[in-house]
């Protein structure tokens, strides 16, 4: 059975958030559920990781891509910020 068929799997903003802090690690996670009825077929995420240092936009979302690749089967949109935590302490204080 293909991602589609059968049971419809919903996530919830917090599933998404215990993951990524789990896996990744990350020190900061926020993120919303953008479906137009909450329905957890859309999200926006911020993610803060030491994991991300060094490393380009691209590499920084794969490791996010991979670390939730089982919910991405069944999200229909996934927008991801990832920031180290130097980086999101400036975008705090600007």
Same mark, same amino acid.
């Given at each position: ?20 802090r789990?896996?990744?690690p ?22 803060v ?7 380009? %936009?691209?590499?920084? +979302?794969?490791?996010?891509? #991979? *670390? =939730?690749?089982? &919910? %991405?089967?069944?999200? +229909?949109a996934?927008?991801? #910020? *990832? =920031?180290?935590? &130097? ?8």
């Amino acid at each position: 059975m293909s991602a589609g068929e059968g049971a419809v799997t919903t996530h919830t903003p917090e599933h998404l958030e215990e993951k990524l802090r789990a896996d990744l690690p990350a020190s900061f996670v926020k993120i919303v559920d953008t479906s137009a009825n909450r329905c957890g077929s859309a999200f926006e995420a911020v993610i803060v990781s030491e994991v991300f240092i060094g490393k380009a %936009l691209l590499a920084r +979302h794969r490791l996010v891509n #991979k *670390t =939730l690749a089982s &919910e %991405l089967e069944t999200i +229909h949109a996934f927008s991801q #910020k *990832t =920031l180290t935590p &130097e980086e999101y302490e400036k975008q705090q204080a600007a």
